[in-house]
């Protein structure tokens, strides 16, 4: 835990600005020491205060007084009774009040010897609070000068050095608790990040350089967010159109076994002359029926092969009623062959990005299962228009009905509803599926749906 710490942003951070608001504490009193003008005194001044403070103190708390005076200022004192200096009466010097006045005859004749030229001599007198004693004290000045500075700095030393410790201690807490919370918390957001959990997003109201991080993680996020949705959105895609090949493919396979079958059966039977392939003219008619029903199937598994396969399809702008009317002109046969009467109603202009070959095929499909799963001699209703920013085309038979089961399935490849297995349709069961690919491809969509009179096919495709 310990070391964890030491090695975090926030001890790094407080270190750093402890020590450096520490040096730059000390370096701002070097420099006011150094640049201060030296204010001289001379230890007689401050004799004064002394003598002040030794009349409003016991004896025994003023030998300590001139004690202290002595070590700081450098003097020599003497002290004598008032009444025996006064009488001219040069007795010994008092000895017992302090410990480093003079107290000897050879002391006072040193200190006289060391006045010199520059010194000077003098005397004051005190009372002791608890004696009616009058005492002199006889100083000797040697003349030499100090600088007040230092004298009155002395005792604040310790003072100053705690209180540039104090706030260098909490300025620094305060700016490491400042700097390093947010980046703490824009590190715990990262992390979840890290671990593909996006819905946690950082406190982006800062105005600074953190709040600028913040939000470039925010917007990161939600980009990684989108990106791997996408991404999954993709592979599910691609799984499932995989899935549909797989499907597809065999489908196929199973579908092309039946013609493949008859035509086996009718070849074999002709060459060995069994019964009844013998009337080789009934049977060759059949297989080749059977040859054109699986050329037809066969294209239609290329065309849809190379609608799954290709990247891209070549479109241009073109116009949905002049494919459709073209179309409907191609069906005529059909709803001769039928007595399908077409009611159509189709606007002009209705262009959109498409493929003109393609749209035919997959409008082909719808009209063919409306004509076929139409009852003889009835209509098929064709309408095209614009609706908002779309072209919608409606192909509507009558008399007929989808099973609501077979709806959800009419563009899965090879189904065939319940009324087409009964034999009224026999298709490859691809019509429908090429279709709605076409379609979607085209960024449009297909519908089919029962109504009252009968099955609608839509298809929506956008306009332009």
Do not use: W
Request: net charge negative.
């Amino acid at each position: 835990m310990i070391k964890k710490l030491i090695k975090g942003l926030s001890f790094k951070v407080f270190l750093i600005s402890f020590v450096v608001q520490i040096l730059s504490g000390f370096l701002i009193c070097f420099f006011l020491y150094s640049r201060t003008p030296e204010m001289m005194y001379s230890p007689v001044d401050a004799l004064d205060d002394l003598i002040e403070m030794l009349n409003k103190s016991p004896r025994a708390k003023g030998g300590k007084l001139i004690d202290d005076f002595i070590n700081e200022t450098g003097m020599d004192l003497a002290i004598y009774v008032a009444d025996d200096y006064v009488a001219g009466k040069y007795n010994k010097p008092v000895n017992t009040i302090g410990t480093r006045s003079l107290r000897t005859s050879d002391e006072i004749n040193n200190a006289d010897d060391k006045l010199g030229d520059k010194g000077t001599m003098g005397t004051s007198a005190f009372t002791p609070t608890d004696e009616d004693v009058e005492y002199i004290i006889l100083y000797y000045d040697y003349g030499e000068k100090h600088n007040l500075i230092p004298r009155a700095l002395a005792g604040s030393y310790k003072y100053i050095a705690i209180i540039i410790v104090l706030i260098s201690f909490i300025s620094s807490f305060i700016y490491a608790y400042l700097f390093a919370r947010p980046v703490r918390k824009l590190s715990k957001v990262s992390e979840k990040m890290a671990d593909m959990d996006f819905t946690v997003k950082c406190d982006d109201r800062r105005t600074d350089e953190i709040g600028d991080l913040a939000r470039n993680l925010n917007f990161m996020s939600a980009t990684l967010d989108q990106k791997i949705k996408e991404l999954e959105n993709e592979i599910e895609r691609v799984k499932e159109l995989e899935s549909q090949k797989e499907m597809f493919f065999a489908a196929a396979s199973h579908e092309m076994k039946t013609p493949v079958t008859v035509l086996e059966g009718n070849i074999r039977g002709m060459a060995e002359g069994v019964e009844p392939y013998a009337d080789h003219d009934v049977y060759l008619a059949r297989s080749l029926r059977t040859v054109k029903q699986m050329e037809a199937l066969i294209n239609e598994i290329l065309t849809v092969s190379k609608m799954q396969s290709s990247g891209e399809m070549a479109v241009s702008r073109i116009d949905m009623a002049e494919v459709l009317n073209r179309k409907l002109a191609e069906s005529e046969d059909l709803f001769t062959i039928r007595d399908i009467t077409v009611n159509k109603e189709i606007e002009k202009d209705l262009y959109f990005e498409g493929n003109a070959d393609l749209t035919a095929l997959a409008l082909g499909a719808f009209i063919s299962n409306a004509v076929f799963y139409s009852e003889e001699g009835t209509e098929i209703k064709v309408r095209a228009y614009r609706e908002n920013e779309n072209i919608l085309t409606e192909i509507r038979n009558c008399g007929a009905s989808v099973d609501e089961k077979d709806l959800p399935h009419l563009f899965e490849p090879f189904y065939r509803a319940e009324s087409s297995r009964n034999g009224r349709h026999e298709g490859s069961g691809l019509g429908l599926y090429l279709a709605d690919l076409i379609i979607t491809r085209q960024k449009g969509t297909a519908e089919i749906s029962n109504t009252s009179d009968g099955v609608m096919a839509r298809i929506i495709l956008p306009s332009v």
